[in-house]
């Protein structure tokens, strides 16, 4: 009986840690994005970071007109740079540069429609297409 007690307290913190990863697990991620540049006749893909996972919702079952309605918190990027890559062998006066978003950190917070897609971010990979 002893035995079990020390046992459940020494993984007490570990259960906590987990509980608090499940309410709020927004946080910095490894993504892929392809850049096809139909201009440059070329296709790269990117390795860089942008935020994902969950963030504690309060959505209500019943959507009265009578009840102010809560806009939810999404995962977002707190902080971020831009870089920027630059296609080679394009012809003169092509646009060569493909400047983008790199997460540096994440938070929970209404989306901002005006400098971030708001929509859901596909888990499929995408290629380039063949013309």
């Not at 918190?73 to 983008?100: H, I, L, M």
């Not at 950190?105 to 499929?124: A, F, M, R, Y």
Request: hydrophobic share 30%; charged share 20%.
């Amino acid at each position: 009986m002893r035995m079990r007690f020390v046992v459940m307290v020494m993984l007490l913190p570990a259960l906590m840690r987990a509980g608090s990863e499940c309410r709020s697990s927004c946080r910095l991620t490894n993504i892929s994005i392809t850049v096809e540049s139909e201009e440059c006749g070329s296709c790269i893909t990117i390795d860089t970071t942008a935020c994902a996972g969950l963030c504690t919702t309060h959505d209500r079952v019943y959507r009265s007109p009578m009840m102010q309605y809560y806009d939810q918190n999404t995962c977002n990027f707190f902080e971020r740079a831009y870089e920027t890559y630059e296609f080679k062998g394009c012809p003169a006066g092509a646009d060569s540069v493909f400047t983008y978003p790199v997460a540096l950190s994440c938070e929970c917070s209404k989306c901002n429609s005006d400098i971030t897609d708001c929509g859901v971010l596909s888990q499929q990979t995408s290629s380039c297409t063949a013309h």
